[in-house]
C-alpha cells in the first residue's frame, strides 16, 4: 500500500493513520504521535516498580525484597534478549515501509523480517531459560545473593527464567508494533501489562502469599497478556507483519541487518549491569550516606530521562522511514524537530531541580548533612542525563540507517570506558571521582558518538536523494 496517497488521518483506517504519521505527517505532530506514548508508558512502568516494591515490603522480610533487587539485573538482560530481535527487526521494517513507497513489491519482505524476529527471540529466550535453569545455583551465586537472600532470590530467578521466552517476544512485538508508526497501540500494550501485573500481584502476594515467586509470576503472566494483545493487534490491523512460521528464514539478508542493529541492544544491558553494580560496590566503601545520596539523584534525574528516552526511542521509526523512503528533508527535520525537543526537556526540568534542590533533597532524605553531597551527585547526573539524550539521539539515527558498527559503538562505549574511569577517579579523587565518573564517561562517549556522525554524514546525506527508487536496493543491504 503506497502512502503518498494519505493526505490527512481522517482519510485513513487506523493502519493508513499510523502510516501517515511516519510519512507526510508535519515533524510536530508525528514527534507528539511516536514519543508521547512511549514517554507515559516508561513512566507507568516505573512507578510500577515502585508500587510493586510496596507490595513485596508490606510481607516484612527484607530477604525477599533484597531477592527482587538481585534479581533485577537478570530481568534486564532477558528484556535485551528480545531487544536484539525487536530493536534490528523494527529498524529494518520501518526502512522497508519507506522503500516500499517507491517499490510495493518490497513490502513483502516485511513478512520474512517479522516472523524471524518474532520467533528467533522465542527460541533465543528459550535457550537462555532454559540454560539458566540448568545452572540455577552458581547464577544465584553469581548475582550476588547472600546466604539469607539466597532461598527467595532462588525461587524468584527461577520462575523469571521460567518465563524467558514470554518475556524476549512481549518486548520483540512492541517494537514490531511500533515499527510500523503504532506508538499508541504499543503504549496500551505496555499499560495493559502493568495494570495486569498489578492485578496478579494482589491475588499471588497479598492473597495467596507467594512471595517473590508470585511477584515473578506476576511478571510472567502480565507479560503473556501483552503478547495476546499485540499479537491480536498486528494480525487484525498490520497489513505487512506476519507472525506465521511459514515464513521464518535465516537469509543472511535478514539476518545482518537485524542483529546487526540488534546485537548492540544486548551488549549495552550487559554493560548496563556491570556499571550499576561497581559503581554500587565502589559508593558503599564510603558508607551507606553517600551510596542513599546516589540512589536518590538518581531516582530524581529518572523523570526527564524517561521523558528524553520516550523521544529519542520513538522517533527511531521515523527515521528509519524517511531513510528507506530516500527523504533527505523528512530525516533533516525529524532529526532537529527532536534534538530541539530533548534539549528543552533536559534545560527546563534541569534548571528547575536546580534552583529547588534543597526542597527536591528533603523529600528524600532526612539526614541534611548529606545535601552537600546529595547536590553534587545530583548536578552530576543531570549533567550526565543532558549529554546521554543527545547520544540517544545519536544512536537512534545510527539504527534507524542500519548503521551497524557504529550503533553498536554507541551501544557499548559507556560500559568499556565507565570502568576504567571510575576506578581511576576513585583513585586519583575519591568519592568525588566515582560521582562523576559516570558524567564523564557520557561526555566522552557524546564527543564519540559526533565525531562519528560527522564520519557517516557524507555516506547518509550522499544516499539519500529525495524521492529516489535507486535508494531501495541500498537501503535493504546495509546492516
Not at 4 to 9: D, G, N, V, W
Request: proline letters at 4%; aromatic letters at 8%; one cysteine or more.
Amino acid at each position: 500500500m503506497s502512502t503518498t496517497t494519505l493526505e490527512s488521518p481522517a482519510k485513513a483506517d487506523a493502519v493508513g493513520t499510523n502510516r501517515w504519521y511516519l510519512s507526510a505527517a508535519p515533524i510536530a505532530r508525528a514527534l507528539v504521535h511516536l514519543c508521547v506514548p512511549m514517554a507515559a508508558a516508561m513512566i507507568v512502568g516505573a512507578v510500577y516498580n515502585v508500587i510493586n516494591a510496596g507490595f513485596i515490603g508490606s510481607l516484612h522480610n527484607t530477604a525477599l525484597l533484597a531477592a527482587i533487587t538481585f534479581g533485577t539485573p537478570l530481568l534486564g538482560l532477558v528484556m535485551a534478549v528480545g531487544g536484539v530481535f525487536g530493536v534490528g527487526g523494527g529498524a529494518l521494517i520501518s526502512r522497508l515501509l519507506g522503500a516500499a513507497e517507491h517499490e510495493p513489491a518490497r513490502a513483502g519482505e516485511i513478512k520474512r523480517v517479522s516472523s524471524f524476529a518474532v520467533w528467533g527471540s522465542v527460541l533465543a529466550g528459550a535457550v537462555f531459560g532454559g540454560a539458566g535453569l540448568l545452572l540455577l545455583h552458581p547464577l544465584v551465586a553469581l548475582l550476588g545473593a547472600d546466604a539469607a537472600a539466597v532461598p527467595a532470590t532462588r525461587s524468584y530467578v527461577a520462575v523469571m527464567l521460567a518465563f524467558v521466552p514470554v518475556l524476549a517476544a512481549a518486548f520483540c512485538l512492541e517494537q514490531l508494533v511500533r515499527a510500523e508508526g503504532a506508538a499508541r497501540q504499543a503504549m496500551i500494550g505496555l499499560i495493559a501489562s502493568t495494570v495486569a501485573n498489578l492485578g496478579f500481584d494482589v491475588l499471588f502476594i497479598l492473597v495467596l502469599r507467594w512471595g517473590v515467586a508470585g511477584a515473578a509470576l506476576a511478571t510472567g503472566l502480565a507479560n503473556l497478556v501483552t503478547v495476546g494483545y499485540f499479537v491480536f493487534w498486528l494480525q487484525r490491523h498490520s497489513e505487512h507483519v506476519s507472525l506465521a512460521p511459514r515464513w521464518f528464514t535465516l537469509s543472511p539478508a535478514v539476518l545482518k541487518p537485524v542483529f546487526g542493529v540488534g546485537s548492540g541492544e544486548l551488549l549495552q544491558s550487559a554493560f548496563m549491569i556491570v556499571t550499576t553494580l561497581v559503581l554500587n560496590n565502589l559508593a558503599a566503601g564510603y558508607g551507606d550516606g553517600p551510596l542513599a545520596a546516589m540512589g536518590v539523584a538518581v531516582r530524581i534525574a529518572q523523570v526527564p530521562e524517561f521523558l528524553v528516552m520516550g523521544v529519542t526511542i520513538g522517533v527511531l521509526p521515523l527515521l528509519a522511514y524517511a531513510y528507506g523512503k530516500g527523504d533527505r528533508g523528512r530525516l533533516t527535520a525529524a532529526l532537529r524537530g527532536s534534538a530541539t525537543t530533548v534539549g528543552g526537556i533536559v534545560l527546563i526540568f534541569s534548571a528547575a531541580v536546580f534552583l529547588f534542590r534543597d526542597q527536591v533533597l528533603s523529600a528524600f532524605l532526612a539526614d541534611r548533612s548529606l545535601f552537600g553531597i546529595g547536590v553534587t551527585i545530583l548536578v552530576a547526573q543531570l549533567v550526565a542525563m543532558i549529554v546521554n539524550g543527545f547520544t540517544g539521539l545519536i544512536t537512534s539515527l545510527f539504527q534507524a540507517t542500519g548503521r551497524s558498527v557504529p550503533a553498536m559503538v554507541m551501544s557499548t562505549a559507556q560500559g568499556v570506558l565507565f570502568i576504567p574511569i571510575v576506578i581511576l577517579g576513585r583513585l586519583w579523587f575519591g568519592l568525588g571521582g566515582i560521582m562523576w565518573a559516570l558524567t564523564v564517561t557520557e561526555c566522552i562517549v557524546f564527543l564519540v558518538g559526533v565525531a562519528m556522525w560527522l564520519a557517516s554524514r557524507r555516506a547518509i546525506d550522499g544516499g539519500l536523494a529525495e524521492g529516489s527508487p535507486e535508494r531501495a536496493d541500498e537501503v535493504l543491504e546495509q546492516g
